[in-house]
Nanobody
Protein backbone atom coordinates (compact mmCIF):
# COMPACT_ATOMS: atom_id res chain seq x y z
CA UNK A 1 0.00 0.00 0.00
CA UNK A 2 1.20 3.49 -0.85
CA UNK A 3 0.73 6.57 1.29
CA UNK A 4 1.56 10.25 0.87
CA UNK A 5 1.67 12.42 3.97
CA UNK A 6 2.01 16.20 3.86
CA UNK A 7 3.30 18.47 6.60
CA UNK A 8 4.22 22.12 7.08
CA UNK A 9 0.97 23.96 6.53
CA UNK A 10 -0.24 26.68 8.84
CA UNK A 11 -1.12 30.32 9.29
CA UNK A 12 1.24 33.04 8.06
CA UNK A 13 1.02 36.77 7.42
CA UNK A 14 1.19 38.18 3.93
CA UNK A 15 4.78 38.38 2.76
CA UNK A 16 5.80 35.43 4.91
CA UNK A 17 7.13 32.01 3.99
CA UNK A 18 6.25 28.37 4.55
CA UNK A 19 7.76 25.10 3.44
CA UNK A 20 5.56 22.12 2.76
CA UNK A 21 6.93 18.59 2.79
CA UNK A 22 5.46 15.33 1.54
CA UNK A 23 6.73 11.85 2.28
CA UNK A 24 5.87 8.82 0.17
CA UNK A 25 5.89 5.46 1.91
CA UNK A 26 4.77 1.89 1.42
CA UNK A 27 5.37 -0.74 -1.21
CA UNK A 28 7.04 1.48 -3.82
CA UNK A 29 9.19 0.28 -6.69
CA UNK A 30 9.55 3.62 -8.41
CA UNK A 31 8.39 7.24 -8.41
CA UNK A 32 8.06 9.30 -11.56
CA UNK A 33 6.69 12.85 -11.30
CA UNK A 34 5.80 14.46 -7.99
CA UNK A 35 3.88 17.66 -7.49
CA UNK A 36 1.67 19.97 -5.53
CA UNK A 37 -1.88 21.06 -6.21
CA UNK A 38 -4.09 23.42 -4.26
CA UNK A 39 -7.78 23.97 -3.81
CA UNK A 40 -9.21 27.21 -2.51
CA UNK A 41 -12.80 27.42 -1.22
CA UNK A 42 -15.26 27.38 -4.09
CA UNK A 43 -12.57 26.67 -6.67
CA UNK A 44 -11.31 23.63 -8.50
CA UNK A 45 -8.09 21.88 -7.54
CA UNK A 46 -5.27 23.35 -9.61
CA UNK A 47 -1.64 22.56 -10.29
CA UNK A 48 0.89 24.59 -8.32
CA UNK A 49 4.15 22.94 -9.29
CA UNK A 50 5.42 19.70 -10.71
CA UNK A 51 8.83 18.04 -10.76
CA UNK A 52 9.56 14.98 -12.88
CA UNK A 53 12.13 12.34 -12.03
CA UNK A 54 14.34 13.97 -14.63
CA UNK A 55 13.99 17.18 -16.58
CA UNK A 56 12.71 20.61 -15.78
CA UNK A 57 10.09 21.69 -13.27
CA UNK A 58 6.97 23.61 -14.15
CA UNK A 59 4.91 26.09 -12.15
CA UNK A 60 1.55 27.78 -12.28
CA UNK A 61 1.95 31.32 -13.59
CA UNK A 62 0.77 32.90 -10.35
CA UNK A 63 3.48 31.26 -8.23
CA UNK A 64 6.46 31.61 -10.56
CA UNK A 65 9.30 33.41 -8.86
CA UNK A 66 7.78 32.89 -5.39
CA UNK A 67 7.48 29.09 -5.00
CA UNK A 68 10.18 26.46 -5.49
CA UNK A 69 9.58 22.73 -5.78
CA UNK A 70 12.31 20.21 -5.02
CA UNK A 71 12.61 16.54 -4.27
CA UNK A 72 14.86 14.09 -2.48
CA UNK A 73 14.66 10.84 -4.39
CA UNK A 74 16.49 8.81 -1.76
CA UNK A 75 14.05 9.92 0.96
CA UNK A 76 11.05 9.77 -1.38
CA UNK A 77 10.13 13.29 -0.48
CA UNK A 78 8.96 16.39 -2.30
CA UNK A 79 9.05 19.92 -0.92
CA UNK A 80 7.41 23.23 -1.75
CA UNK A 81 9.17 26.37 -0.55
CA UNK A 82 6.69 29.22 -0.61
CA UNK A 83 7.92 32.80 -0.30
CA UNK A 84 6.12 36.15 -0.36
CA UNK A 85 2.83 34.44 0.39
CA UNK A 86 -0.33 36.38 -0.36
CA UNK A 87 -3.93 35.96 0.84
CA UNK A 88 -4.86 34.51 -2.56
CA UNK A 89 -2.49 31.61 -1.83
CA UNK A 90 -4.84 30.45 0.92
CA UNK A 91 -5.93 26.92 0.09
CA UNK A 92 -5.61 23.27 0.97
CA UNK A 93 -2.39 22.03 -0.60
CA UNK A 94 -2.21 18.45 -1.84
CA UNK A 95 0.84 16.38 -2.65
CA UNK A 96 0.65 13.99 -5.58
CA UNK A 97 3.02 11.42 -7.02
CA UNK A 98 3.03 9.02 -9.94
CA UNK A 99 4.13 5.77 -8.35
CA UNK A 100 4.88 2.21 -9.39
CA UNK A 101 3.62 0.11 -6.54
CA UNK A 102 5.50 -3.12 -5.91
CA UNK A 103 3.79 -6.06 -7.55
CA UNK A 104 2.04 -3.96 -10.17
CA UNK A 105 3.17 -3.22 -13.71
CA UNK A 106 2.04 0.35 -14.23
CA UNK A 107 2.36 3.71 -12.56
CA UNK A 108 -0.65 5.26 -10.84
CA UNK A 109 -1.35 8.67 -9.30
CA UNK A 110 -1.55 8.89 -5.53
CA UNK A 111 -2.66 11.84 -3.38
CA UNK A 112 -2.05 13.01 0.15
CA UNK A 113 -4.78 14.10 2.52
CA UNK A 114 -3.97 17.79 2.15
CA UNK A 115 -2.57 20.47 4.41
CA UNK A 116 -4.16 23.87 5.04
CA UNK A 117 -2.24 27.04 4.24
CA UNK A 118 -3.84 30.27 5.39
CA UNK A 119 -2.34 33.67 4.60
CA UNK A 120 -3.67 36.66 6.50
CA UNK A 121 -3.56 40.19 5.12
Amino acid sequence: QVQLVESGGGLVQAGGSLTLACAASGTISGIAAMGWYRQAPGKQRALVARIPSGGSTNYADDVKGRFTISRDAAKRMVYLQMNNLQPEDTAVYYCTANILSTGTNRFADYWGQGTQVTVSS
